[in-house]
């Protein structure tokens, strides 16, 4: 098992911090999806924190690795992980969903010209974001660059047939530099995904497809980090990591209830949410 | 805002037909919730299958089901199964397959989420298709007659409606009719200045505004197109031969919609005005009244575009 140098204790802190965040843009907003940004959370925080080489003080750095929310309903977890590692200010989070702020509901790279710095691509329309995720893995290879891929997807989404396009082929061009991260918080929209249409055998699928495996507790922010580590040391193949994950982490009357996956809280729920949040213990 | 989403009107307009006829079945892709399929669902899990998040699926599926006697509706966001458009194409439409097309979250309105979940293209595509029916039904009464409708309809058709409330445009006692534009406000003004035509979600802005252009000494008149496709042509005509201007207003894109199936009448027959009120860009997020604003679905933009349409001979 690779050791993983990390202040563990300093990452757990900043997903705190980044719980909050998605509560605070979540309420102001008044709309968005909060459950699968909580359960997201320690997956972005060990990639943008931890693992992946960026530059937020130059974002379009051409050897950064690159990072896509295929689930970009999820984007509040993605923005407030891009203000805090400084892609922009901690304020523009407030502005989340409302007319002309850059920080769209659904991820949006903004146009020609103006780009937002750290959202690579467009994505909301769910099961397109593995596809872009493997052209961006094969133009790293053609120009020779060292840069890796990460795709966060959710569970319910990889009920999506153009997943498993992707899966197909991801593989087949031994696209080791790619690695999928499936956030298993198990709900999707309308439902627990095991009751509209289960995914199992899970693992199973991802393994015949030519992946390379991993399962791993999805709030165990070391756990989180050596898969990481692990993916990067599999040749030959690309790797998913399925992350074990509750949805709504964090907030007790959002987790594992359908409800939460697109209501914002309300200034009450939202102002409980917070000290719940803070009074987790690390 | 009062009235009520044409989705919401569409829930319990379906509950009443499906207790009519057995041979509905509805097929979600994990948007029940929203498309308000809920209740179905409840009442007859029997008849009732959710494809997850898997439109191409449902639009295959529905097409099975179709074709050995089911009359299928297929409830998800506009967007998600219109852009599955090429299986539409060649399964659905092309085999004049007896399927409906439920889309909700038409346009812009639908506000925050923005533009990924706006269903912005979905006229242009569906009209472009033939066996294809599209109606829109400008509020909630509407959308219940138009159920009733497309229920007994033989034939593809494509339902569009929206997420948000829309007010009440017709009287209680609203029958209605496939294929006819309705005039609102029938008899207060006879169009011999011009017709307001719109459809769905922007009917009740472009009744105000003719009502406001009859009270600065314009006659205007109003007209709410449900039916897009096949589209009202002898009532276009009759617009163009009293006023020759037409102004379309739609919350969907500017080509393909509303705006493009009345200038297509007009161009053939070879005279007359036509200015389009239509979403001009990718939409985006934001407040939906403030969208409107700012795309130009405004009462006081579609006065403004009616006065320089007005003029503009
Ligand atoms: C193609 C498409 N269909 C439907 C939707 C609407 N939608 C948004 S989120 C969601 C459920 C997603 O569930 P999951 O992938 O498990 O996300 P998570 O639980 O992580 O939020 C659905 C159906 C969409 N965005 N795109």
């Known amino acids: 098992m690779p050791q993983v140098a990390a202040d563990i204790q300093h990452l757990k802190k900043i997903t705190q911090e980044i719980r909050i965040d998605i509560i605070r843009?979540?309420?102001e907003a008044g709309s968005g999806h909060p459950g699968g940004s909580l359960s997201a959370t320690e997956i972005v925080t060990g990639l943008f924190f931890h693992k992946m080489r960026h530059r937020p003080d130059d974002p379009f750095w051409a050897d950064r690795d690159r990072f896509i929310l295929s689930k970009g309903h999820c984007?509040?977890?993605?923005?407030?992980?891009?203000?805090?590692t400084g892609y922009f200010p901690k304020e523009e989070l407030l502005t989340l969903r409302k007319l002309g702020s850059r920080l769209q509901g659904h991820?949006?790279?903004?146009?020609?010209?103006?780009?937002?710095?750290?959202?690579?691509?467009?994505?909301?329309?769910?099961?397109?974001?593995?596809?872009?995720?493997?052209?961006?893995?094969?133009?790293?290879?053609?120009a020779k660059k060292t840069y890796r891929v990460y795709a966060l997807l959710g569970d319910g989404e990889c009920q999506a047939g153009q997943v498993w396009e992707a899966a197909m082929l991801a593989p087949k061009a031994g696209l080791d530099h790619l690695c999928v991260i499936v956030d298993r918080n198990k709900i999707q929209n309308d439902d627990f995904v095991e009751n509209t249409l289960s995914l199992e055998p899970f693992r199973a699928k991802w393994e015949a497809f030519g992946w390379h495996v991993i399962e791993v507790n999805g709030h165990d922010i070391s756990q989180v980090l050596e898969a990481l580590e692990k993916a990067e040391a599999v040749k030959g193949k690309p790797t998913v990591i399925i992350a074990d994950t509750i949805k709504g982490k964090g907030v007790s009357f959002m987790e594992n209830n359908p409800d939460w996956h697109g209501k914002a809280p309300n200034r009450e729920e939202g102002e409980r949410a917070i000290q719940e949040i803070l009074a987790a213990r690390l | 805002m009062g009235g009520k989403a044409t989705r919401v009107a569409f829930g319990e307009a379906l509950l009443k037909v499906a207790a009519k006829n057995q041979r509905i079945v509805v097929i979600n892709a994990d948007l029940g919730k929203s498309t308000n399929t809920v209740k179905f669902v409840e009442k007859y899990p029997d008849r009732s299958f959710n494809v997850g998040v898997a439109e191409a699926n449902m639009i295959g599926i529905g097409t099975g089901l179709a074709l050995e006697g089911w009359i299928p509706f297929l409830c998800t966001f506009a967007t998600f199964v219109t852009g599955r458009f090429e299986t539409i194409r060649v399964s659905l439409a092309y085999v004049d397959a007896n399927v409906k097309i439920v889309g909700t979250h038409a346009g812009i309105a639908?506000?925050?989420?923005?533009?990924?979940?706006?269903?912005?293209?979905?006229?242009?595509?569906?009209?472009?298709?033939?066996?294809?029916?599209?109606?829109?039904?400008?509020?909630?009464?509407?959308?219940?007659?138009?159920?009733?409708?497309?229920?007994?309809?033989?034939?593809?058709?494509y339902l569009r409606l929206t997420r948000q409330k829309v007010e009440d445009v017709n009287p209680p006692d609203y029958q209605f009719e496939f294929g006819k534009g309705v005039i609102l406000d029938a008899g207060k003004g006879e169009g011999r200045d011009l017709t307001i035509m719109a459809t769905g979600g922007t009917v009740y802005n472009a009744r105000e505004g003719a009502r406001q252009l009859r009270s600065?000494?314009?006659?205007?008149?109003?007209?709410?197109?449900?039916?897009?496709?096949?589209?009202?042509?002898?009532?276009?005509?009759?617009?163009?031969q009293r006023s020759g201007r037409i102004l379309t207003v739609e919350d969907h894109g500017l080509s393909g919609g509303l705006g493009s199936a009345v200038s297509e009448v007009v161009a053939e027959r070879g005279e007359g005005l036509v200015r389009r009120i239509a979403v001009r860009d990718f939409g985006e997020s934001g407040d939906p009244v403030e969208l409107y604003k700012k795309f130009?679905?405004?009462?006081?933009?579609?006065?403004?575009?009616?006065?320089?349409?007005?003029?503009?001979?």
């Open chain 1, 107 to 142: 991820p949006y790279p903004g146009r020609p010209g103006e780009r937002l710095p750290g959202v690579e691509t467009a994505t909301g329309s769910l099961g397109q974001g593995l596809s872009i995720a493997i052209g961006m893995a094969l133009a790293g290879r053609l």
């Open chain 1, 25 to 27: 843009m979540l309420t």
């Open chain 2, 296 to 313: 130009g679905l405004s009462k006081e933009n579609i006065v403004a575009e009616a006065k320089k349409l007005v003029k503009k001979d």
């Open chain 2, 110 to 157: 639908i506000g925050e989420d923005g533009y990924s979940q706006m269903g912005l293209e979905d006229i242009a595509l569906m009209r472009s298709l033939p066996n294809m029916t599209v109606i829109q039904p400008g509020d909630a009464i509407e959308a219940a007659g138009a159920v009733e409708h497309i229920a007994e309809h033989h034939g593809p058709v």
């Open chain 2, 216 to 240: 600065q000494g314009l006659d205007a008149r109003a007209v709410n197109v449900h039916t897009i496709k096949p589209i009202d042509r002898e009532l276009i005509l009759d617009s163009i």
């Open chain 1, 75 to 84: 984007c509040p977890v993605l923005y407030a992980a891009l203000a805090k």
